[in-house]
């Protein structure tokens, strides 16, 4: 099939009220942890998204029974009996390392291959050994393949985290569910996620305390108490967050329905800072803008710090800032590729290491671009409806992975975004 774009028209338009879809990063370790629940878990408000996809694919493949039905997936895990992920899939999806927990937590073992890099960075799993380590297991590296086993069982034990790691934290919490005694996770990610996650198993019948604070204690339960469940993911921050960026860029208003504010607190106050209107009921916040933007600094951290998946979203914003704005990168060692597709456009960032300077500058010119990760790829589309003229964006299954219709929920928001093959004649 021809390579597909996303062509863009400038100077365009983003008002309205956008549906957030279910968090891909909630959903993927739901699908992963329903192997703890021998039999059919039905997950609701799950996106229709690539990398859900390729999660089926996975889950299928150690033998479960996938159906997706709209927004909701049935994930039979009650005839799983293989616990070897293939690389192929592996390689596609890194996230697929979400079911080397569960798979040891069910089977006592289990055969994963080695996640990769991506562009982002080298996406290290070290931390997610320590801890699994810590637990009883004991890991060899086979040509590629992590080869798990747990000669005397899995116990728990006391786990002190490096660093907050979201994918550590959760691999942990779903072995120590099934795991001998207490096991208590200090320096543990506190993204809204992982409460998501942990509630979800809650629901199966394990016991776990503390999800989303920095120390989770969970007591181990046999793994024949465990049972399938019915949950509803929720809302995607970093899906609101994006919208609401465009609203802030834009000037809006848009508002962003399905999602719990809490969970974008320190976005919203730096939205507030560069002068946005930010206004939020239980369930919805509306973002819009009547003067201009100013500058702000950015320090990307852990939960509750700001997101570095809303990190380029921010950078477009103080790209067109009346000022100079600082973003920091503390998660990823190399999260600024987005910089240089924006400097195509006009944008004046220099990146110092860790630290991007951005200039404001008055306006944007349309061009040819790719999107180099999910995120970088949502907020180019962006760039381009504020642009002048016309934006071409490449390589957009990255945006396909992580978000639902993304073209047509912009259009519904009143802008010029359609998809057409990468050979398309000009607009106009
Ligand atoms: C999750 O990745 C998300 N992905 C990422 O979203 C998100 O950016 C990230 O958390 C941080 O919030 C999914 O949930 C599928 P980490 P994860 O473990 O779990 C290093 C998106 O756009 N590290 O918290 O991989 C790691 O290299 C994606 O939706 C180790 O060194 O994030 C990174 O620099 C992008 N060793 C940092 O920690 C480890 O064992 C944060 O990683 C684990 C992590």
């Known amino acids: 099939m021809a390579e597909e774009i996303i062509i863009v028209q400038g100077n365009g ?37 690539s990398d859900i996809d390729i999660m089926g694919e996975v889950l299928a493949c150690l033998g479960a029974r996938v159906e997706r039905s709209g927004h909701t997936l049935a994930v039979d895990t009650a005839q799983v009996a293989r616990c070897e992920t293939p690389y192929e899939l592996v390689s596609k999806m890194r996230a697929s390392i979400a079911v080397l927990g569960p798979l040891i937590g069910r089977f006592g073992q289990a055969r994963v291959a080695m996640p990769g890099g991506c562009q982002i960075g080298a996406r290290k799993i070290d931390m997610h050994l320590v801890g699994l380590e810590a637990l009883g297991v004991h890991f060899d590296v086979d040509h590629g393949f992590l080869e798990a086993t747990t000669p005397k069982g899995l116990h728990g034990a006391n786990v002190t985290l490096e660093f907050p790691s979201v994918g550590a934290t959760e691999n942990l919490l779903m072995a120590a569910v099934v795991a001998e005694g207490r096991t208590l996770v200090e320096n543990a990610a506190r993204e809204p996620e992982i409460e998501d996650l942990a509630r979800m198993l809650s629901a199966m019948g394990a016991r776990v305390q503390g999800a989303g604070t920095s120390t989770i204690e969970v007591e181990g339960v046999p793994l024949s108490s ?30 962003a329905r399905g999602i719990d504010p809490a969970f974008l607190r320190m976005a919203l106050m730096k939205l507030e800072a560069m002068g946005c209107n930010v206004d939020a009921g239980d369930d919805w916040v509306t973002v819009g803008r009547t003067r201009p933007l100013d500058p702000i600094d950015i320090q990307t951290l852990p939960h509750p710090g700001f997101p570095t998946d809303l990190q380029a979203q921010f950078m477009l914003l103080a ?110």
Request: charged share 20%; net charge negative.
């Open 319 to 428: 790209a067109r800032a009346e000022g100079n704005s600082v973003i920091t990168e503390n998660v990823f060692e190399n999260r600024f590729m987005f910089a240089a597709e924006l400097g195509r456009m006009g944008a004046d960032i220099t990146i110092e290491g860790h630290h991007a300077l951005v200039r404001g500058v008055p306006r944007l010119q349309g061009a040819p671009v790719s999107a180099t990760d999910l995120r970088a790829g949502a907020a180019i589309v962006l760039a381009g409806i504020s642009a002048e003229g016309e934006t071409r964006v490449h390589h957009i299954e990255h945006i396909d992975r992580g978000y639902e219709d993304y073209v047509g929920k912009l259009v519904a928001l009143g802008a010029d975004v359609r998809r057409a093959p990468a050979d398309a004649l000009p607009s106009r």
């Open 226 to 255: 465990l049972h399938p469940c019915e949950h509803t993911t929720v809302g995607d921050r970093i899906e609101a967050g994006t919208f609401l960026a465009g609203g802030a860029l834009m000037g809006g208003p848009v508002t």
């Open 13 to 49: 338009t983003l008002e309205g009220e956008v549906a957030v879809s279910g968090a891909k990063n909630s959903a993927l370790k739901l699908m992963a942890a329903s192997l703890l629940g021998q039999g059919e878990t039905v997950i609701h408000n799950v996106p229709r998204i």
